[in-house]
């Protein structure tokens, strides 16, 4: 079993910028693909950003060119960072952790940003 805790979200104005950080209880976080997704009140969870164990990376294009996830694999800790946000990135964000096997799909409770106009 994974844990997965997010921290780093808040409020914000447009254009400013917050640091979204997963703390994963896993010695062996080497191994796992992590994601960010984001789910907005009424709307379906989106994928925003992952990052396989491998260290590929691939984004959604309404964040590309604003948003960058990285992985501190000596810190078991996954991040995002956020700058020129806009309101409609306001949204709660969550972890997510797959192992190389797909066998499991872990989520922390998600962490809350949002964006002012």
């Known amino acids: 079993q994974v844990q997965l805790v997010e921290s780093g979200g808040g409020l914000v104005q447009a254009g400013g910028s917050l640091r979204l950080s997963c703390a994963a209880s896993?010695?062996?976080?080497?191994?796992?693909?992590m994601g960010w997704y984001r789910q907005a009140p009424g709307k379906q969870r989106e994928l925003v950003a992952r990052v396989t164990s491998g260290g590929t990376t691939n984004y959604a294009d309404f964040v590309k060119g604003r948003f960058t996830i990285s992985r501190d694999n000596a810190k078991n800790t996954l991040y995002l960072q956020m700058n020129s946000l806009k309101p409609e990135d306001t949204a709660t964000y969550y972890c997510n952790a797959v192992p190389g096997t797909l066998s499991k799909n872990y989520w922390g409770k998600g962490t809350l940003v949002t964006v002012s106009s």
């Open positions: 896993t010695s062996i976080f080497t191994i796992y693909h």
